[in-house]
């Protein structure tokens, strides 16, 4: 069985390095990873190390662009399916996509419900699905990802960050998705704030599973826009990452 | 029967995805060259069951390499025809991917192909028994197929050679399907995609008629269908011809009525103008009456202006949207344009009048060469006074439309004044031209009454219409 991951949550919370060191974390044990990077914002490839030429939303916008100038019988589910492999990152020990640009301004049900089915399958080829995704959650009210086991909601020491997970839990309930759990790890912690992030997430009733420290390495990479994927054993933030994934069950 | 094949080969395969990690070679794909045919050939020109390759085989390949290569099926039968070619090939890519160990992808000259490192371990050295358990499926499944031989090819130089050839197949194959019409099949296809907005559309696809969005022919239809018939893509046996040039069949009726839960009961398919088909809301394209010059404009969503109604698409979008018949309006999918069939009942190309210029540009190929240059663009005409000039300046025949009914009607002589331009369906602002008669058609025959308004500057806040108790 696919387990399938998403981290969401405030932006500038460091959802993205979180993903990363889960990701990181993942490719360590023996597990097949698949990446899905559903901001359009598109910082994960950077964080990772890997250059993406190429994004869901290109090949969706191609299947709209050619449509009347393909064969008329020709399988566009196929060409579809096969442009998403094309756009495929393929890494030692993960496969990277990115979902990319939104939608332009003509009707994408077709191309979108020729999208799910093939999504629907190709999870299915990996153990782990790792989504990173902005807090509106447009892909899964779209239902181009169905079905969460985990949903990881990022936050950082503002009261903001946690009033956006709760906003995110209700809005996982409005979207009809099927998101069986939901947490929060808070990042970028501090000796003085962790006490408060404690007491907030108690308050509005969020399950936190883990607080990560303020690692100046991690501020230092992201100044300089060097990767995260690489971070030695011994940064504090790896360290706490490993101990999420593994309550995870990951 | 497995023992035959040094893999499994099983439905449950398919979606396989082999990695670049678990890869031993990879196939013709983005990165090399290939292709798939099927022909039709005479039985005594195959041998069944043959297998021939031309070039390296698999136990010559090093491991992460790529190469190219082409997959040919010489099949015979006495129902085998040409036509069945491209369904036969279609197979090709299910049978492969049932298969432990291949990755099968796309078609034509795009497959690509993956052959796993598991299933090079388990014993897979040639590409023979995949031939071979291709042919095996082919027989089985397709019973109609008595004869079958394959020629597999990786030598690039080989392939090279016939791909002009090859193309020259699909592109035959390309022009006999688009050939292909309403009366040539007894199956259209509906989509319900747009009723969880627009809950009483009825989308009905046809060969001569595309999907409103653009994005679903007849084929599309009839693929999807096939792998799941309860999908949003599903047959609509055609049932009787009621009307050849409206495109109305029984079968499109009772669907319709069903769908719509009872909404409608008549949709006729190339009729702008009774019982239309429904808009939904995602159309490309919308055509609008104008009353004036008794012609049909269309203008689609890219288009910023106002048309010369004096309104804008999304105006009009609004308006027809939502899954409704609405009379005066119609919303399209660009390849509609392209449709032997198109608007037929009410004259087709004769009864267009103005289109976007980048619209126009577009379909130019297909609008018949004799009216092409008098269907106006906003360069020529942008409100009704300057419509009705070029019209005539052009003499579209349109024109002989109005001296008809100028005829029937010489009572109506009235002076032409501007026209305002207000957000307000065209079919109430009846505002005729130089005489011309508001003959709003209507979907009902039963009675009623007929409004003229003659130089009418009309500001309604709220109409309400009811039945007297």
């Given at each position: 069985?696919?387990?399938?991951?998403?981290?969401?949550?405030?932006?500038?919370?460091?959802?993205t390095?979180?993903t990363?060191?889960?990701?990181?974390?993942?490719t360590?044990?023996?597990?097949?990873?698949?990446?899905i990077?559903?901001?359009?914002?598109?910082?994960?490839?950077?964080?990772?190390g890997c250059?993406?030429?190429k994004?869901?939303?290109?090949?969706?916008q191609?299947m709209?662009?050619?449509?009347?100038n393909?064969p008329?019988?020709?399988?566009?589910?196929?060409?579809?399916?096969s442009?998403?492999?094309?756009?495929?990152e393929?890494?030692p020990?993960?496969?990277l996509?990115v979902?990319?640009r939104?939608?332009?301004?003509?009707?994408?049900?077709?191309?979108?419900?020729?999208?799910?089915?093939i999504?629907d399958?190709?999870?299915?080829?990996?153990?782990?699905?790792i989504i990173?995704?902005?807090?509106?959650?447009?892909?899964f009210?779209r239902?181009?990802?169905r079905?969460?086991?985990d949903l990881?909601?990022?936050?950082?020491?503002?009261?903001?960050?946690?009033?956006t997970?709760?906003?995110?839990?209700?809005?996982t309930e409005?979207?009809?998705?099927?998101?069986?759990n939901?947490v929060v790890v808070a990042?970028k912690?501090?000796d003085?704030n962790?006490?408060?992030?404690e007491?907030t997430?108690?308050?509005?009733?969020?399950?936190?599973?883990?607080?990560?420290?303020?690692d100046?390495?991690?501020?230092?990479?992201?100044?300089?826009?060097?990767?995260?994927f690489?971070?030695?054993?011994?940064?504090?933030a790896?360290?706490?990452?490993d101990k999420?994934?593994?309550?995870?069950?990951? | 029967?497995?023992?035959?094949?040094?893999?499994?080969?099983?439905?449950?395969?398919?979606g396989?995805?082999?990695?670049?990690?678990?890869?031993?070679?990879e196939?013709?794909?983005p990165?090399?060259?290939?292709y798939?045919l099927?022909?039709?050939?005479p039985?005594?020109?195959?041998?069944?069951?043959k297998f021939?390759?031309?070039?390296?085989?698999?136990?010559?390949m090093?491991e992460?390499?790529?190469?190219?290569?082409?997959m040919?099926y010489?099949?015979?039968?006495?129902?085998?025809?040409?036509?069945l070619?491209?369904?036969?090939?279609?197979?090709?890519?299910?049978?492969q991917?049932?298969?432990?160990?291949l990755?099968?992808l796309?078609?034509?000259?795009?497959?690509w192909?993956?052959?796993?490192?598991d299933?090079?371990?388990?014993g897979?050295?040639?590409?023979e028994p995949i031939?071979?358990?291709?042919?095996?499926?082919?027989?089985?499944?397709?019973?109609?197929?008595?004869?079958?031989e394959?020629?597999?090819?990786?030598?690039?130089?080989e392939?090279?050679?016939?791909?002009?050839?090859?193309?020259?197949?699909?592109?035959s194959?390309?022009?006999?399907t688009?050939?292909?019409?309403d009366e040539?099949?007894?199956?259209f296809?509906?989509?319900t995609?747009c009723?969880?907005?627009?809950?009483s559309?009825v989308?009905?696809i046809t060969?001569?008629r595309?999907?409103l969005?653009g994005?679903?022919?007849?084929f599309?239809?009839?693929?999807a269908?096939?792998?799941d018939?309860?999908?949003?893509?599903?047959?609509?046996?055609?049932?009787d011809?009621i009307?050849?040039?409206?495109?109305?069949y029984?079968?499109?009726?009772?669907?319709?009525?069903?769908?719509?839960?009872?909404?409608?009961?008549?949709?006729?398919?190339h009729s702008f103008?009774?019982y239309?088909?429904?808009?939904?809301?995602?159309?490309?394209?919308?055509g609008?009456?104008?009353?004036?010059?008794d012609?049909?404009?269309?203008?689609?969503?890219?288009?910023?202006?106002?048309?010369?109604?004096?309104?804008?698409?999304?105006?009009?979008?609004?308006?027809?949207?939502g899954?409704?018949?609405?009379v005066g309006?119609l919303?399209i999918?660009?390849?509609?344009?392209?449709?032997p069939?198109f608007i037929?009942s009410?004259?087709?190309?004769?009864?267009?009048?103005?289109?976007?210029?980048h619209?126009?540009?577009r379909?130019?190929?297909?609008?018949?060469a004799?009216?092409?240059?008098?269907v106006a663009?906003?360069?020529d005409?942008?409100?009704?006074?300057s419509?009705k000039?070029?019209?005539t300046?052009?003499?579209?025949?349109?024109?002989?439309?109005?001296?008809?009914e100028?005829?029937?009607?010489?009572?109506?002589?009235?002076?032409?004044?501007e026209?305002?331009?207000?957000?307000?369906p065209?079919?109430?602002?009846?505002?005729?031209?130089?005489?011309?008669p508001?003959?709003?058609?209507?979907?009902?025959?039963?009675g009623g009454?007929?409004?003229?308004?003659k130089?009418a500057?009309?500001?309604?806040?709220?109409?309400i219409?009811?039945?007297k108790?």
């Amino acid at each position: 069985m696919t387990k399938v991951i998403a981290i969401t949550g405030k932006g500038g919370t460091g959802k993205t390095a979180i993903t990363t060191l889960l990701i990181r974390h993942l490719t360590k044990t023996n597990k097949v990873v698949l990446a899905i990077d559903a901001d359009p914002d598109t910082n994960l490839p950077e964080t990772l190390g890997c250059e993406v030429a190429k994004t869901v939303g290109d090949m969706k916008q191609f299947m709209q662009d050619e449509r009347d100038n393909l064969p008329p019988d020709i399988n566009k589910e196929s060409i579809l399916e096969s442009k998403i492999y094309e756009i495929l990152e393929e890494m030692p020990k993960y496969d990277l996509i990115v979902m990319g640009r939104p939608e332009g301004s003509g009707c994408y049900c077709y191309v979108n419900n020729l999208l799910r089915g093939i999504l629907d399958r190709f999870v299915k080829n990996y153990d782990v699905v790792i989504i990173d995704t902005e807090a509106g959650l447009e892909h899964f009210s779209r239902k181009m990802i169905r079905d969460v086991d985990d949903l990881i909601v990022v936050t950082d020491g503002s009261r903001r960050g946690l009033r956006t997970a709760e906003r995110i839990r209700d809005l996982t309930e409005e979207l009809d998705t099927n998101v069986k759990n939901i947490v929060v790890v808070a990042n970028k912690v501090t000796d003085t704030n962790r006490t408060e992030i404690e007491r907030t997430a108690d308050e509005l009733n969020l399950e936190l599973i883990g607080t990560v420290p303020v690692d100046s390495v991690i501020a230092e990479r992201d100044l300089k826009g060097i990767p995260l994927f690489d971070l030695p054993d011994d940064s504090v933030a790896v360290q706490e990452v490993d101990k999420i994934a593994k309550k995870l069950g990951l | 029967m497995a023992d035959e094949y040094p893999f499994e080969i099983s439905p449950m395969f398919e979606g396989e995805r082999i990695r670049k990690d678990g890869m031993h070679v990879e196939l013709s794909g983005p990165k090399s060259k290939g292709y798939e045919l099927v022909r039709a050939t005479p039985m005594d020109e195959i041998e069944d069951g043959k297998f021939t390759l031309i070039g390296p085989d698999l136990s010559e390949m090093e491991e992460g390499s790529r190469h190219p290569f082409a997959m040919i099926y010489k099949i015979a039968g006495e129902l085998v025809e040409e036509d069945l070619e491209s369904i036969v090939e279609r197979r090709n890519h299910d049978f492969q991917n049932y298969i432990q160990g291949l990755m099968h992808l796309n078609q034509r000259y795009d497959v690509w192909i993956r052959v796993s490192k598991d299933a090079v371990a388990k014993g897979l050295t040639s590409f023979e028994p995949i031939a071979q358990a291709v042919m095996m499926l082919f027989k089985n499944e397709l019973p109609f197929i008595e004869k079958v031989e394959a020629v597999y090819i990786t030598d690039l130089a080989e392939i090279e050679k016939e791909m002009d050839n090859v193309k020259a197949i699909y592109k035959s194959r390309d022009d006999r399907t688009r050939d292909l019409h309403d009366e040539d099949v007894d199956t259209f296809y509906g989509c319900t995609l747009c009723q969880s907005f627009a809950p009483s559309n009825v989308c009905v696809i046809t060969p001569d008629r595309i999907s409103l969005c653009g994005a679903i022919n007849w084929f599309d239809g009839r693929a999807a269908a096939k792998v799941d018939p309860e999908g949003p893509q599903f047959a609509i046996p055609k049932g009787d011809t009621i009307d050849t040039v409206a495109g109305e069949y029984s079968g499109v009726n009772d669907l319709a009525k069903s769908l719509s839960s009872g909404e409608y009961d008549r949709i006729n398919l190339h009729s702008f103008f009774d019982y239309p088909h429904t808009s939904c809301g995602c159309f490309e394209v919308v055509g609008f009456y104008i009353p004036e010059v008794d012609g049909i404009g269309w203008v689609d969503r890219d288009y910023a202006g106002v048309a010369p109604n004096g309104l804008p698409f999304s105006t009009m979008a609004g308006q027809t949207g939502g899954g409704k018949q609405v009379v005066g309006f119609l919303g399209i999918g660009i390849n509609y344009f392209r449709s032997p069939k198109f608007i037929q009942s009410d004259g087709g190309w004769d009864r267009v009048v103005w289109m976007p210029k980048h619209l126009k540009d577009r379909v130019l190929a297909d609008i018949p060469a004799d009216i092409a240059e008098k269907v106006a663009t906003e360069e020529d005409a942008a409100d009704l006074d300057s419509l009705k000039n070029f019209l005539t300046e052009k003499d579209h025949p349109i024109v002989q439309r109005w001296e008809v009914e100028a005829e029937e009607e010489p009572e109506a002589e009235e002076e032409v004044q501007e026209t305002p331009a207000f957000a307000a369906p065209p079919m109430m602002q009846g505002m005729p031209m130089q005489g011309m008669p508001m003959m709003m058609p209507t979907s009902s025959d039963t009675g009623g009454i007929k409004i003229i308004l003659k130089n009418a500057k009309v500001s309604i806040e709220k109409v309400i219409i009811q039945k007297k108790e």
